[in-house]
């Protein structure tokens, strides 16, 4: 089992990160990092680190553009799924909903459905 390094060398490489220079490298590493660290290290780094206005902004913008390109991967998927599958997911629709009837009619007694 691998040991990861200190909370400190942790904190350090993300603090690096988030404080590079130039925007792209903070915007393309720090949330894939974060991704990649137990929730209540990057809590505790959070609650550290990300106490100044100018380090909580680029946090920010760096959680957005993670999530705009998660959304527009999301958003294509979805579409070319829906273009291309829409025949075939009514017909699976269709074919489980006859099943499903057909296991409940075998469970519920017949003069029992519509009681209701």
């Not at 106490?51 to 680029?58: A, Q, V």
């Not at 913008?61 to 075939?88: A, M, N, P």
């Amino acid at each position: 089992m691998q040991r990861l390094p200190s909370n400190t060398i942790i904190f350090m490489a993300l603090n690096n990160i988030l404080d590079h220079l130039s925007n792209i490298i903070a915007e393309k590493y720090l949330i894939s990092s974060l991704s990649k660290i137990e929730e209540d290290i990057v809590i505790q780094w959070m609650q550290l680190h990300l106490n100044d206005e100018k380090r909580l902004s680029k946090f920010c913008q760096c959680l957005r553009i993670e999530i705009d390109v998660y959304s527009g991967i999301f958003q294509y998927l979805s579409t070319k799924v829906c273009e291309e599958q829409w025949e075939l997911v009514i017909y699976l629709t269709r074919f489980l909903t006859k099943i499903c009837l057909f296991v409940f009619c075998q469970i519920v007694p017949v003069h029992l459905i519509f009681i209701v």
